[in-house]
Structures are given as C-alpha cells and as structure tokens.
C-alpha cells in the first residue's frame, strides 16, 4: 500500500525550532526522490527540500542555511529539521516520493502525504 504518513507539525515562536517526520510505505521508501513541500494559505504549494537515495540534496534559497532534510534507510522515514523559523514558513507541509529528476526539478512527484501544519508566530 502507497502511504506517506506526516508527523511533528505544531506551533512554535519565530526563531524556533521543529522538526518533521515522513513514515513512508516501503515501496514509496524505495523511489529514487523524496522531498518537502509547503503551502501557506492563499499561496501556491512551493517546494522546500528534496534528497536523492544517495544523499545528494537541494534546497529551496528561502531555506538554506535553517532547514536540513535527511532520510533514515532502517525506518523509512523522511525527516526536515526547522529552525531559525520565522512567520513565513507557515503552512501546511507535505512529503512526498517520485523519480529521481524530481529531486532536481521539484516536478514529478506521484505520491503525497496529508500534511502536518506549521504555524510560525512573531
């Protein structure tokens, strides 16, 4: 069964910290591309971070330097480490699995999770 199961959402202060978690199906696990995706309301849903299986990453520039997406192979899990936070991170985050030149161009993913919330106060 396809299943991306997302974790760790919640409210935080500006300049804090969360960190999100993706539990993924093993067959989803197994796709060459995984990554985070957000979307504030109102707004179009924007990606933050891919990882290839080997571990190559990408970020989106509003990121950098605050986010790290990381995989752990023996759980199935996706993770995205938050900090630095700051009001406009707020959203729904989404994880999701595709092809490998998903990772590059943040296009191509087939399969999504629900979603877990963040909301970022100043």
């Known amino acids: 069964q396809v299943q991306l199961v997302e974790s760790g959402g919640g409210s935080v202060q500006a300049g804090g910290s969360l960190r999100l978690s993706c539990e993924a199906s093993l067959y989803v696990y197994s796709m060459n591309c995984m990554g985070w995706f957000r979307q504030a309301p109102g707004k179009e849903r924007e990606g933050v971070a891919t990882i290839k299986r080997d571990g190559n990453t990408r970020y989106a520039d509003s990121v950098k330097g605050r986010f790290t997406i990381s995989q752990a192979n023996a759980k199935n899990t996706l993770y995205l480490q938050m900090n630095s936070l700051k009001s406009e991170d707020t959203g729904m985050y989404y994880c999701?699995?595709?092809?490998?030149?998903?990772?590059?161009?943040?296009?191509?993913?087939?399969?999504w999770g629900q979603g877990t919330q963040v909301t970022v106060s100043s």
């Open positions: 999701a699995a595709g092809p490998r030149s998903s990772c590059d161009t943040f296009y191509g993913f087939g399969y």
